[in-house]
């Protein structure tokens, strides 16, 4: 488990908990969800995922 560049999803294919957040560590659920597709880089002003508060 480590700490990623910050990434963050606009798809409306996720649910507002995954989608309004975004993360940082490569084995947070939420974050896996999100296809490579989808990912997008930087945090675009969103809090951090709870998820990826937990990995750490
Ligand atoms: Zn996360």
Redesign the pocket.
């Known amino acids: 488990m480590s700490k990623i560049a910050p990434y963050h999803t606009d798809s409306p294919e996720y649910p507002p908990s995954?989608r309004n957040?975004?993360?940082?560590?490569d084995n947070?659920?939420?974050?896996k969800t999100i296809k490579q597709a989808h990912r997008k880089a930087g945090k675009a002003e969103r809090p951090?995922?709870?998820?990826?508060k937990k990995?750490d």
């Not at 947070?28 to 974050?31: E, L, M, S, T």
């Not at 951090?48 to 990826?52: E, I, P, S, V």
């Open positions: 995954h957040v975004y993360h940082d560590r947070c659920p939420a974050g951090r995922c709870n998820d990826c990995l």
